[in-house]
């Protein structure tokens, strides 16, 4: 039953949401606009990712987290998909922790 109410809300967000902007946007949008759309993703992920990153707990990390989001920055950079970077970021976080607990 649980099921079945999540899959419920979820049906009911998606539609409510695909409406309002369906009937919202123009079906061209400005190149502007297009961009900032395209760019807000990695904005949004950056920004929570960010500060937890360079400094949790108000003390700076010098560990896995910090060559992870360097990885994470390169693999975006070098191949433009916010998936790969965030794949290969949680890889390299998993590897770096493995290695440096033996």
Do not use: K, Q
């Not at 039953?1 to 949008?29: E, K």
């Not at 994470?72 to 070098?78: L, S």
């Amino acid at each position: 039953m649980t099921w079945i109410a999540i899959a419920g809300s979820a049906i009911v967000t998606y539609l409510v949401r695909a409406f309002a902007l369906r009937v919202a946007l123009p079906s061209t949008l400005p190149r502007g606009v297009a961009r900032y759309l395209d760019a807000l993703p990695a904005a949004i992920i950056a920004a929570l990712a960010g500060p937890a990153v360079l400094v949790p707990n108000s003390v700076p990390t010098r560990g896995p987290e910090l060559a992870a989001a360097i990885v994470v920055v390169a693999v975006v950079a070098w191949r433009r998909n916010l998936l790969a970077g965030v794949l290969a970021g949680v890889a390299a976080v998993a590897l770096l922790r493995l290695v440096l607990a033996a």
